[in-house]
C-alpha cells in the first residue's frame, strides 16, 4: 500500500513561516561569515537559523517528542567538519569505521533521548515527517519523505562544511555507543 506523502502539509508549512524566520534564513550566509572566529562558530550561527526554520514548519508535521525512529532507521549522514564539531562541543573522539548498521540505532540515543541534541548534525535538524500519519515511522523501509529546503541555509551548509569531502553516516564517525557520562557535563540531552 503506497504510503501518503503530503505536500499540501509543506505549502502550507512554508506559508506559515513567520516573517523572522524568512528574514533569518535569507541572511544565514552573510551572517556565518561576518561572525569572527572559525568553522564551529560559523556553524553555531548556521545551526541556531536551521533550528528556528525547522521548528516553525514542525506544527505541520507527524513528528513528535519521543520518536527516534530517524535516529535508528534512516541514513544519519554528515560531514568530517561536523563531526569535529560535535567532538569540540561534546568532547566525545571519533571513532572511525567503515561499518554502518542501518537499523541500530545512532550511538548518541539514549533511550528516547538524543545526549547532544544542542549539537545534533544538520541532518537531524531538518527530517521532518510532512505525511498525514505517521504510518511511515512504523516501517523500517521508510520511502523518501517529502521535505523542505530552505535554499539559503542549504547552500550556505554545503559551503561550510562540503568543500569537496565525503560525507558519512553518524554511525561510522562514532561507532562506539556513547554513555551520557562520556559527554562533557555542560552539554544537555534533549528535554
Ligand atoms: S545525533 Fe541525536 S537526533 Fe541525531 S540521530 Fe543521533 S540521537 Fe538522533
Not at 500500500?1 to 516573517?19: D, F, K
Not at 561572525?35 to 525547522?54: H, N, P, R
Not at 513528535?64 to 569540540?88: D, H, M, N, R
Request: glycine share 4%; charged share 20%.
Amino acid at each position: 500500500m503506497p504510503h501518503s506523502i503530503s505536500s499540501s502539509n509543506v505549502a502550507r508549512a512554508i506559508a506559515a513561516l513567520p516573517e523572522g524566520v524568512v528574514l533569518k534564513q535569507s541572511s544565514v550566509h552573510d551572517d556565518t561569515h561576518r561572525v569572527s572566529g572559525g568553522l564551529v562558530e560559523k556553524l553555531d550561527i548556521l545551526y541556531q537559523a536551521a533550528d528556528e526554520a525547522y521548528s516553525s514548519a514542525q506544527p505541520f508535521t507527524v513528528c513528535k517528542k519521543g520518536c527516534t525512529f530517524c535516529c535508528t532507521y534512516i541514513p544519519i549522514s554528515l560531514f568530517p567538519a561536523e563531526v569535529a564539531y560535535i567532538q569540540v562541543k561534546t568532547g566525545v573522539a571519533s571513532t572511525p569505521s567503515e561499518e554502518v548498521d542501518f537499523g541500530s540505532s545512532c550511538p548518541f540515543l539514549s533511550g528516547e533521548v538524543c545526549l547532544i541534541y544542542a549539537f545534533r548534525p544538520y541532518v537531524c535538524r531538518r527530517h521532518l515527517n510532512f505525511s498525514d500519519t505517521s504510518e511511515h515511522c512504523q516501517t523500517s523501509s521508510p520511502p523518501t519523505l517529502t521535505s523542505i529546503h530552505f535554499d539559503e541555509i542549504w547552500r550556505t551548509y554545503l559551503s561550510l562544511v562540503a568543500n569537496g569531502e565525503k560525507s558519512m553516516d553518524i554511525r561510522q564517525a562514532f561507532s562506539k555507543r556513547v554513555e551520557a557520562r562520556d559527554i562533557a557535563e555542560k552539554v544537555k540531552p534533549c528535554q
